[in-house]
């Protein structure tokens, strides 16, 4: 017999839209083609010799924990096969748009995206990422080092904060720290829409973490701006989750849309976490109503997801899941 967050999560299935234009298709750049371009910017993307010393000191720290470690890896194996420590070296678990690499000056590790130059992505990261919307707290956005523009090229080179996945790989330790990455979840899609912006791709693969409490949004592929139109429409959106009258080829309110995929968030983030937490899935039902009109706004949500919070016992949130 399901439980009540599989039910729930049976009618959000996933499909593609017909919206598969050129200029918001993922782009795979010839990466050695820029490469010295990034490199005058102060960003070397990752060589065999990069990738080979990330795996020595990883798996110096895995020991000194006291864990057993192999190294027996595709990634180290396949930098290692590579005669010239010097030649790029490409994550081959990221897809063509994405290269690994490190912002020379600092040492720190930054992931490039390349774009086309009038994507919507590259529209909404743009604007994401001005000085007046930036220093907002409620502002989860993946931190953007630099935009480097290839206009010969129709291209750009977002470079970003090296962040992870934690859902998908290592949950919060206790209810708390799972609500609090939930709550800037929402909080983010509550200031999108104060700026006239609907994710509309929001799911648990595009959420990653510091691992020091903050938790940021990433890929903006679907993203649109709605600047001056008060009520507006959309239909056919590619995107991991669909609703369900986009799915059948209908119109939607485009921030309605945002607030079932949250809702479909929490689901799937409560599964995968191992947290059972039933308020959460009562808080959901009104986000999934089939009739996108009478789902609550991102801020309403917002809201009773504070009072939902409110509710639970201390020795709850400090209780841990799996």
Not at 57 to 71: F, H, I, N
Not at 210 to 215: I, L, N, P, S, V
Request: charged letters at 25%.
């Amino acid at each position: 017999m399901e439980s009540d967050d599989e039910s729930l999560l049976s009618s959000a299935s996933s499909t593609a839209s017909l919206d598969d234009d050129d200029v918001n298709s993922r782009k795979a750049p010839n990466w050695c083609a820029y490469r010295h371009l990034l490199d005058r910017r102060g960003y070397r993307l990752d060589t065999c010799r990069d990738v080979k010393q990330w795996y020595q000191k990883y798996w110096e720290g895995m020991l000194a924990q006291g864990y057993d470690v192999t190294r027996d890896l595709p990634g180290y194996t396949r930098a290692c096969s590579i005669k010239d420590e010097n030649e790029l070296c490409k994550d081959a678990g990221l897809p063509d748009n994405l290269f690994r690499g490190t912002h020379s000056p600092s040492g720190r590790k930054v992931v490039i995206k390349a774009v086309h130059i009038c994507s919507r992505e590259y529209d909404a990261v743009r604007y994401i990422c001005s000085p007046s919307l930036r220093k907002s707290t409620m502002n989860h956005s993946i931190p953007v080092y630099d935009l480097i523009e290839v206009p010969a090229d129709s291209l750009v080179f977002i470079v970003m904060e090296e962040w992870y996945p934690q859902f998908m790989y290592e949950v919060p330790g206790t209810l708390r720290l799972f609500l609090s990455a939930l709550r800037q979840s929402i909080e983010h899609i509550v200031f999108m829409h104060s700026h006239n912006m609907a994710h509309l791709d929001i799911s648990v693969h595009n959420i990653l973490t510091d691992y020091k409490g903050h938790y940021a949004f990433i890929d903006y592929e679907c993203c649109r701006r709605f600047d001056g139109a008060h009520t507006p429409l959309i239909k056919g959106i590619r995107s991991t989750d669909v609703p369900p009258e986009l799915e059948s080829g209908g119109w939607t309110d485009p921030y309605k849309a945002d607030v079932w995929q949250l809702a479909v968030l929490i689901l799937r983030a409560c599964k995968i976490a191992g947290y059972n937490v039933p308020e959460l899935v009562a808080f959901v039902r009104p986000m999934l109503h089939d009739d996108y009109q009478r789902r609550p706004s991102a801020a309403s949500a917002l809201r009773a997801f504070d009072a939902v919070v409110a509710g639970l016992h201390r020795e709850r949130l400090d209780a841990s899941g799996q």
